[in-house]
């Protein structure tokens, strides 16, 4: 079955103590990305990459970082959590860019940072 | 600066009535436009787009409507059923491959 799958999809955390969030396709994809979901925000990208080894600042990148070392592969990573990265966060994944349209979401990863 | 705004946080329609969802955007760059539905504790799903040089694009019951000189865009749902019911997300794409999404609609089909 196609998918993007998120784990952990549920966490509380504690404020600086780092952690990562895993995401992996299983469609061949190079285009994949993050973003988070936040109460009268909607959805923000906060970063994305085309292809291995090449990764771009979405729209809130700011606390966050990400590796595609795989294509499979796009983990995002926070170094020292803030309470301001409570949210709901989706990896995605597409054929090629996403002009086509059809990105394929994960189920998403609520992150609580105390 | 919010380039892509759905101005109406929730709509309610009756079930096999037509259901019109706006967008409106102020970004001239912008090279597609796309609509995604979301259900509570799901990721979004991809409903359809339209490239920013057509002003329609039909798939089954639902069709989107661009308006360039307006900078608008509509989705139209047609007729309208209960498993419609969920958050609707108009995005909008750049050639460097960023997203824009809007802040969502909710919309609730009546029976």
């Known amino acids: 079955e196609a998918q993007v799958t998120q784990n952990p999809r549920y966490l509380i955390t504690v404020t600086g103590k780092k952690l990562t969030v895993t995401c992996s396709q299983n469609?061949?994809?190079?285009?994949m990305s993050w973003y988070r979901q936040d109460p009268g925000l909607g959805l923000r990208q906060i970063y994305y990459?085309?292809?291995?080894?090449?990764?771009d600042k979405g729209d809130v990148p700011e606390g966050y970082k990400v590796s595609r070392k795989e294509k499979r592969n796009f983990p995002l990573i926070l170094e020292s959590p803030s309470p301001n990265q409570t949210s709901l966060y989706f990896c995605?994944?597409?054929?090629?860019?996403?002009?086509?349209?059809?990105?394929?979401f994960g189920e998403g990863s609520r992150l609580t940072v105390l | 600066d919010q380039q892509v705004k759905q101005n109406s946080p929730s709509l309610s329609v009756q079930e096999g009535r037509i259901s019109i969802l706006n967008c409106d955007y102020t970004?001239?760059?912008?090279?597609?436009f796309l609509w995604y539905k979301k259900y509570p504790a799901e990721g979004p799903t991809f409903l359809i787009s339209?490239?920013?040089?057509?002003d329609k694009n039909e798939d089954g019951r639902f069709t989107v409507f661009l308006n360039k000189s307006a900078k608008h865009l509509s989705l139209h749902i047609v007729p309208s059923q209960p498993g419609d019911s969920a958050v609707y997300f108009c995005?909008?794409?750049?050639?460097?491959?960023?997203?824009?999404f809007g802040k969502g609609t909710r919309l609730h089909i009546l029976p």
């Open positions: 469609m061949n994809h190079e285009y």
């Open positions: 995605a994944s597409s054929t090629w860019g996403i002009n086509t349209g059809e990105l394929f």
């Open positions: 970004n001239s760059m912008f090279d597609y």
């Open positions: 339209i490239s920013s040089i057509k």
């Open positions: 990459s085309m292809n291995v080894e090449v990764t």
């Open positions: 995005a909008a794409t750049l050639r460097d491959d960023k997203i824009i």
